[in-house]
């Protein structure tokens, strides 16, 4: 971080840059012209300045600062301290307020908090920033046409209860989209469930979806009740719907016909009140030709179709979406925002991202996690889309895994095997955490200390 002192006693100057230059970067000023071209030439983060200038007055020249540079902290200094000045400088955006001659220490704390502030009142603000309304919806990001046709089409069908199917392929938000059906519409205070279709075996899903009565299989020691009936009066999201068993295929359509579920076990039916939105990456009409879902149901769930285009078709989204998952990582691992060098950006903008936003996602992600500076170059993004190997002296890949050098410590050998491991994995937690035999909140904690750097 960059500190700038302007005072015009050279004596002040050099005796503050002496204390501070261990922690900081320091630049000094004796006038405000050149204080001010410092200002807007160098990254400064804090300021000390002098509130008795020959030439000008401090307060005058610190509503000049705030005015060109608003997130910068500035420290007034003066060795004629009143209650009145300490008021006028706080009203004009001063953090603090030190009276000379000066306590080194109490300096060095001031700056320590001032700076800290900074940074968090810059994450705050970075967040609020990559969440602007104009260009999202309900959490869904984007500008483009594509993207904000979808938007229209959440408008007209959030208050509706007709069910609706949403296409498109994996990693795109199709749950995003379902959530924003829910939550903006008419049966947000009711519940909203999630179940993937594919995830869970036919047996417990259908437990998973209808309950089931204490004793109705080998494992049900008491009754349960089932997603439909926890979920009465609100919306239950079926993802993945082209993986559900034949079997139970039949048992959603009676829920559609004739609003009642049917615990496991059960032959007392149970009426529920539930809009279904459904999302499938298959072409449910070929699965329904061959046999393999039900024509049925793929017009009762199929009522109103939104599909999500893949990211490679909105590609103008694409700067929107990086500047978002930015300044969340940031934020999120406790670091500064970073922000990108052009070579990093035209990569990033260049790639087909067969992942989708998911994809996007994971990358930036990796990134802010393994830059060690500011700005991320390619070399911090993952392989696959820098297209060529780390350098040697790193650690490098080979086709049996990863090389590495001699001569490391412990913790340098693990942190360069933790971040080969999420690199293989394209950037996702959970299958890196899974391959490493550790938490994926251990895993967090360890890319959180890497995005720190040494300490």
Partial sequence: MNILI??????????????????YGVLTASGPEEGLRLLDEEPIDGILLDLNLRVANGIDLLRVIKERKPEVVVIMM??????????????????????KPLNLD??????????????????????????????????????SSAIQKVFQLIEKVKDINSNVMITGESGTGKELVARA???????????????????????????EL???????????????????????????????????PLSLQAKILRVIQEKVVTPVGSQQPKEVDVRIISATNRNLQEEVAKGSFREDLYYRLNVIPIHLPPLRERKED????????????????????????????????????????RELSN??????????????????????????RATPTRGHASESGLLIP?????????????????????????????????????????????ARGPE
């Fill in 6 to 23: 302007i005072d015009d006693e050279r004596a002040i100057c050099s005796s503050l840059s002496f204390a501070l230059e261990d922690e």
């Fill in 78 to 99: 003066t060795a004629y301290g009143s209650i009145e000045s300490s008021v006028e400088a706080m009203k004009a955006g001063a953090y603090h307020y030190l009276s």
């Fill in 181 to 207: 059906i829910h939550f903006q519409g008419g049966r947000q205070k009711r519940a909203f469930s999630v179940i993937n279709c594919a995830a869970i075996p036919e047996l417990l899903l259908e437990s």
């Fill in 318 to 357: 694409v700067p929107l979406l990086i500047e978002h998952f930015l300044a969340f990582y940031s934020a999120n691992m406790g670091v500064r925002t970073k922000s990108f060098s052009p070579e990093a950006k035209r990569k990033l903008y260049d790639n087909t991202y067969p992942g989708n936003v």
């Fill in 106 to 143: 109490e300096v060095k704390l001031l700056l320590s908090k001032a700076l800290t502030f900074q940074q968090l009142h810059r994450q705050v603000q970075a967040l609020s920033h990559a969440v602007r309304q104009q260009e999202t919806y309900a959490g869904i990001i984007g500008k």
């Fill in 363 to 388: 990358m930036l992600e990796y990134a802010v996690a393994l830059s060690e500076e500011e700005v991320i170059h390619p070399d911090d993004l993952p392989e696959a889309v820098r297209g060529n």
């Fill in 210 to 244: 209808f309950g089931h009565e204490k004793g109705a299989f080998t494992g049900a020691y008491q009754k349960q009740q089932g997603l439909f009936e926890r979920s009465d009066g609100g919306t239950i999201f079926l993802d993945e719907i082209g993986e559900m």
């Fill in 406 to 450: 001699e001569g490391l410590t412990l913790a340098e050998a693990e942190k360069m095997y933790i971040l080969y491991t999420l690199e293989k994995n394209e950037g996702h937690r959970l299958n890196t955490a899974k391959q490493l035999s550790i938490s994926e909140r251990g895993l967090r904690e360890k890319l959180k200390q890497y």
